[in-house]
């Protein structure tokens, strides 16, 4: 990182080379695959722009994840705006019981479960969504989670509670017998 805030484009593209598998499964998981190259390499411009202020102190990856909890916020709360008329429709698809369908084929079923599973997610606030991601997906450990959060280890794990509640509520449906 030091390197970088220096100017040195080669260091640049090692740390890229290392954490964009990371930075765009991370934000694919929160806004959706569609944008997520160009959320990832706007994290990664505002990483380069934002190199002088990094401090030694601070774990690289963890720094990474911060700025992008930031753009992905950003682009979370531009799609909610946009998104609040669709959003009630979607709810009902939720709520359905894999009973009153027809019986599709295993694999049909298991596209319906990753939908329900989208959805849902969707429905979190984006703290709570991040968290999910961030300790389920990523393997980040709860201090830093806080830390790409901006709370504390305590806050995290109430965080998380509340997520896989709600999650457990809203898939119900699906994960009956």
Request: hydrophobic content about 40%; charged content about 25%; aromatic content about 6%.
């Amino acid at each position: 990182m030091t390197a970088i805030a220096a100017g040195d484009q080669h260091a640049f593209r090692i740390l890229v080379e290392r954490h964009q598998t990371l930075v765009i499964g991370t934000v694919a998981r929160m806004i959706g695959t569609s944008d997520a190259e160009d959320v990832a390499q706007q994290v990664f411009l505002n990483v380069w722009k934002a190199a002088p202020r990094w401090r030694p102190d601070a774990k690289v990856t963890t720094w990474i994840m911060t700025v992008a909890k930031r753009l992905v916020f950003n682009e979370s709360r531009r799609r909610n705006r946009s998104r609040i008329l669709s959003q009630g429709s979607e709810e009902g698809a939720v709520n359905e019981s894999p009973d009153e369908r027809p019986g599709p084929d295993a694999s049909l079923l298991e596209g319906e479960l990753h939908e329900a599973i989208a959805r849902a997610m969707a429905q979190l606030n984006e703290k709570e969504r991040l968290a999910v991601v961030l300790r389920r997906h990523d393997g980040m450990q709860y201090e830093e989670i806080a830390v790409v959060l901006g709370t504390s280890v305590s806050s995290v794990k109430s965080l998380l509670f509340r997520a896989r509640n709600t999650l457990r509520e809203k898939l119900a449906p699906y994960l009956k017998g």
